[in-house]
Every structure is written in C-alpha cells, then in structure tokens.
C-alpha cells in the first residue's frame, strides 16, 4: 500500500493570489510524472457548503458526481486533472463543527469537555487524512483557504501543524505570497512576504517552499533576501508570474521545478532528464493561442457583473474554443438590462447566444428575450438548466399561444410549462433544500438530433443543480409546436434535453454541462455550440 504523501498550499498577505491554481498545477505536473494525486479544498466559512451563497459571495457553486455542492477551486482541480472530486474534496468550518456538535449530542466524547482542541483539530485532521486513508493516492494536496492571521482559519493552521509533526516526513507545506512593486520607489517589496512568513512561524509552521506572485520578474538577489529572512533554502523561492491564461501555470511551474523540489523534499528519487513533456496540454495552448477564427457570444446572466459566477461555463468555452481552433470573444449581457425595446440592439451583433443558470425571478424576463431572438433569427443558442426552462416557456409563449407560460416559481397566472416535481421525486436534499443534484442518467433519444451528433452516444450522465423541471403535461403539445424533447432520464421520464429541429442550432439542456469540461477532455456540448457559431 502506498504511503501518501500530503502537501498544504497556504496564503499570505492577501486573497486571491491563486492558491487553486498553484495547487492544482503542482497536481497536473505530478500526475504527469505517473502519480496519483488529489486535492482538497479547506474552507473556513461557517456555512455548511456554498449551496445556499449567493455568487456575489462566493463565485459558483460547484457540484460534483456524487451531488456534492462544493468550492469552484474543485472546478480548477477537475479541470486540471480530468479526475473527478467528490464530497471528500471540499470541507467547511461549518460542516466540521456540525460534526463535532453531533458526535457531542450521541456522547460520543464520553461526557468530556468539547474544544477547539483536540476536537474541532481532530476533525479537520481526519478529514484531511480522508481521502490518503485507502493508499489510493500518492500525494493529497490540501489548500487552506483564506490567508495565514485570519482568525477563521486559525483552527485549520493549528490542525496542519499537528499533522506536520506527528507525521514527519509525510508533510510538506508550500506558502503563496505577495511581492508587490511600488511604483513610486521603483521597487519590488518582499516586507510583506516576510509579515506573512512570520504569522505562519508563530503558528508553529516553518513554510519548505515559497511561491512569490509577482508582476515583475524576480531577480536572484531578492529570491535570497527572501530565503534568509524566512529560513527556506533559496532554491525552494520560486517565482509565479502573472500570465495571460491559467492553463500557463503548470508550464510555469514546470520551469520553476516545483514538482522536483517537492520530489526532493520527500526523498523520492527522480532523474532530472524525465521531464513530462505534457503534449496535449502543450497542444491545447497552441491551438487556444494560434486560432484560425474569432466569434462574439452573447452571455446572458443575472451575476454577469462577476465572472467567477460562472467560472465554470466560461472555462468550458475556452477548451471547447481551442477544440475548434476559434477565439470566442465572450459579450456578457445583465438579463435585467434587457426589454422588449432594445433587446434587439444588445444582442444584434451576437453570432452565438448561451442563456446562463440562475434562481429566482430577478431577470427572468430578460433571458426570455434573449432565447426569443435567438429562435426568431436562427442563431446558435445553448440555455443551461433555468436556461433550458426559459427557453420552453419562450416556445409555449410566442409558438404554442399560451401567452401566460410561466414556472410555477415565478408566481404566474395560469400556465406552468415547467414545475417543481420535487416533493414527487427521490433527489437529493441539501441544507437549503431539496434539490436534484450530481449526476444522473439521460438518454438521448432522436438519432441524428444535435445531441446525438454532439455526445456520439446515446448513454451520457451529466450533474445536475435545481429543483424545477419540464411539466410533462406539455411535452405532446410542445412538441407538435416543433420543439422537441431528444434526451430523456429514463426512471424518472423527466426531460432532459430539448431541440428545435428546424433551427440551425437550438438546445436546452436541464443538466450543468460545464461540470465535467476539461482541459483534455472539453464538452462535447460546447464544442458543438462553438462548431455551429463558426459555421455560420
């Protein structure tokens, strides 16, 4: 059995350097020397899961096979890896202190006095020790979020520090910071890095690697400054450039050597001449750098004013652009901001049209505007979950005449061309509410359908997020209308997928594509939506 290896990839000076990205790059260049590997996610919010954030909060929700609602770093690790995650991959002070306060309610301390530590520590540390426990894999990467002094993940820093001892030569933690360049000296500044390094010290942790993030290149000099004042060797100082895409990292990194450091950390013997030469990750660059075609795609949300709201929907069109060898420029449109007078205008340049996800009511009327041009002027169109409903209330309003088409969410008159079938169905039930959630079965049942022709199957599992679905009732006369229903979830009889056959390029799916697109792997959905964009 192998004896895993854990790595901790912890922050300092401030949030979003990219601790997601330097561990899931770590990750993509272990694997690529033949390695098992995986990563955790340790967030220190106290909600339970981000299934009940708003994305102005926290970006997206990510879910995974088994219908976990997770972090979006778990987004960056699939993608990176093309390994699936799962429950065990993300964990939140919130669900360690509802499982310590319920093994307190079963008396499972044995009437002790409950605290931080032993036991809030005890289980962050088995959660962390999870996912190593059956020796699946070689090397458990875990990213703490946050930074180094926040008083949230004080208990996470203690719980590392305990793990670094008791299992010696088991452990290695990389620290992330910050050099900034002031202008007006003319300086890069490695003060900051060093406060940093100093709170994770005084914590008990002694960082082994260093991960500068710099906008200027970093000259030996400072490299050793760095490394004296923080008591890491100066060749475990890397540098971490920004870039202009983050599929440039491991690349980076990979010239950086931090996959040789870390090897050399824990003794593992390598030669330096097998270097992974990582083709189709270098081929999906050059194709994602050298396209042949550029088209504008109209987004249309209500969370457009962030991105990370749909981080995953925007990868996915960057490794389904590359697939196509096309530059997508992407056009993103506040549903709100659209009315019947200048929904024409807004979206008159679009050669390609994607109706984001969403819940609740707010800009529900502005997506419907937008599946209608797409429908009335046959430009390629793709609605994602809601998108799929308001693509069907779209349809059952202005093709079917039932001028009252609503969900039954949206408070409407009469007609309710999608409902809430949850009470009626065994799905799965978040902390929120009850949802449909991970992956489940979907048969696509029209040969020659652009599903069809799309996925090359007609067994696919895709994941799910919502709780509303297509009202059966409907479904013949919506189909005589000329839209139709060509995948189909065969135990359930929910609809899965719909199409209008007459229309260049016309899909709603209910199911969130974007989850399982990678980097080697990109959707078929997507590369089908973009092919059809190009062909215009």
């Known amino acids: 059995m192998t004896l895993t290896k854990y790595i901790f990839v912890t922050g300092g000076v401030t ?33 339970i899961d981000p299934g009940t954030l708003n994305p102005y909060e926290h970006g997206e929700c990510y879910v995974t096979e088994d219908g976990a609602e997770t972090d979006l770093d778990l987004g960056h690790y699939e993608r990176f890896l093309n390994v699936y995650t799962s429950q ?18 079963k008396g499972d301390y044995l009437g002790k006095t409950v605290q931080i530590i032993p036991h809030i520590t005890d289980e962050i540390k088995r959660h962390i020790k999870l996912l190593g426990k059956d020796g699946k894999y070689d090397f458990v990467i875990t990213e703490i979020g946050g930074t180094v002094g926040d008083i949230e993940s004080l208990p996470f820093i203690e719980a590392v520090r305990q793990l670094k001892w008791e299992m010696k030569n088991q452990c290695v933690v990389i620290h992330l910071t910050l050099v900034p360049y002031l202008a007006a000296a003319g300086e890069l500044k490695t003060k900051p890095t060093q406060h940093s390094v100093k709170i994770l010290q005084e914590a008990g942790i002694q960082p082994d690697v260093l991960v500068l993030r710099t906008e200027h290149p970093l000259d030996k000099n400072l490299k050793i400054k760095v490394a004296n004042f923080c008591n890491v060797q100066p060749e475990y100082v890397i540098e971490s450039p920004d870039v202009d895409t983050i599929y440039k990292v491991p690349l980076v990194m990979q010239e950086e050597k931090l996959d040789e450091i870390i090897l050399k950390l824990f003794k593992i013997k390598f030669k330096e001449s097998d270097k992974p030469e990582l083709k189709a990750w270098r081929n999906f660059l050059d194709k994602y750098e050298h396209p042949k075609k550029i088209v504008k795609v109209a987004f249309v949300g209500k969370y457009v004013e962030l991105k990370d709201a749909y981080k995953s929907i925007n990868e996915s069109i960057i490794h389904a652009g590359a697939e196509n060898e096309t530059k997508v420029q992407m056009e993103y449109i506040h549903s709100e901001n659209l009315n019947n007078k200048n929904y024409k205008d807004l979206l008159k340049s679009a050669q390609g049209i994607i109706v984001a996800p969403g819940f609740g009511d707010r800009g529900f009327e502005g997506k419907i505007l937008a599946v209608r041009y797409a429908r009335e002027n046959n430009i390629p169109f793709l609605g994602i979950c809601l998108g799929m409903q308001c693509a069907v209330i779209e349809f059952a309003r202005n093709v079917m005449n039932l001028k009252d088409a609503n969900s039954s969410e949206m408070n409407p008159k009469t007609k309710y061309p999608v409902i809430d079938i949850m009470e009626n169905q065994k799905f799965l039930s978040n902390f929120g509410g009850t949802m449909r959630l991970g992956a489940f079965a979907c048969s696509i049942t029209k040969k020659n359908s652009h599903a069809n022709n799309a996925y090359k199957t007609t067994e696919i599992f895709e994941r799910h997020r919502h709780r509303y679905e297509l009202n059966n009732e409907f479904l013949s006369q919506m189909e005589k209308a000329g839209m139709v229903a060509t995948g189909i979830n065969q135990e359930t009889k929910l609809v899965e997928i719909v199409e209008i056959p007459k229309h260049k390029w016309f899909v709603g799916v209910q199911f969130h594509p974007e989850y399982k697109s990678t980097v080697i792997n990109p959707h078929p959905l997507f590369v089908a939506f973009i092919k059809a964009v190009n062909d215009l």
């Open 15 to 47: 949030s979003s350097l990219g601790k997601g990205i330097i561990s899931a790059s770590l990750a993509k260049l272990l694997q690529a020397r033949n390695f098992n590997v995986t990563i955790q996610k340790l967030d220190p919010y106290i909600n």
């Open 88 to 105: 065990a991959n993300n964990i939140t002070t919130g669900r360690i202190y509802y499982n310590v306060i319920q093994k307190e309610r």
